[in-house]
């Protein structure tokens, strides 16, 4: 007995079987006159709708007519020579360069402004420095070709040196305006680092602790004991030092601001931008000015001493010099 379904059969690019009805370049057109028997083994149904299986080329009904439910002896043969056709097919794009697809656009030359790539205006590519140029500009003498580095080459060893030469100035630029900051603040008077063995430190440190002054809402493992002095040229302080904690998680502005207002010394931070009316925390275990970003618990440990320092500038920076 035939069978029958009412869904609509795939299309014949989808699947691994066809419909011998749909299919006029199958070798049993007609198979709708006498019907086509089942080859799958104990099936043999005599099906007026057969399918073709395109992969070990025999004929099944609608219940057999995958490779899975005739368990085929090709299986993914259809599947492979469908993937092969698909690579073998040519993209779009393919062949061409970006220059290719690109209608129009300016010419190269700097002093140019003629738009090329269009029907009057052909344009014309310099395969020496890959670049394409209106017909005014298309030789290299015109476009000053030796002096232009190809687009998409590597550096030559000359700009490679060059590079490299005005790295080093600038680092040596850098080196020198240190040298002159360290020296500026050397010549002032300041205090000398604390002891720096580790017994005589932790007695100088323990001592801190008990005459230290802050917030005593800030938790005990947050904080960082520090020593704080005025310089006398920065202002006359009512306090010209003073021990005090402050928060790790602070960052070196705060702390100037904090420890500015409890020495009494002038702040004018917020309201010039004058370096010579600004202040600065120099860390005098580090040897340097700290910038008013760094955090406290990165830059300074318990133990330590800052100066607030007025007109000193702010540290060298590599990139600005």
Partial sequence: MASNSDKEPPSSSETSYINMTTDKGTRAGDATLIGSHCQFTYCNQLDFLPFFCQSCRKTFCLDHRSETSHQCDNAG?????????????????EGKRMRDLISQKPCADDSCKTVIGTSLVPGVHCTNCNRDYCLKHRLREDHDCKNKVPIGARPTQDIVVDSAKSAFARLRSWGNAKREAAKEVASRTLPKPKP???AQRTIAVNALKKSAKGDDKLPVDKRVYLY??????TTTAKFPKGQFFYSKDWVVGR??????????????NNQSSDERDRLRVFHVEGGRILEYNEKVGASLVSGNTIVLLRGVGKPPDLIEV
């Fill in 228 to 233: 704080v002095e005025a310089e006398a040229e």
């Fill in 196 to 198: 720096s063995s580790a």
């Fill in 255 to 268: 702390v100037l601001d904090a420890a500015a207002k409890s020495l009494q010394v002038q702040n004018v």
């Fill in 77 to 93: 043969a259809w599947a492979e020579r469908k993937r092969l056709a698909d690579l073998s097919r040519q993209s779009a794009g």
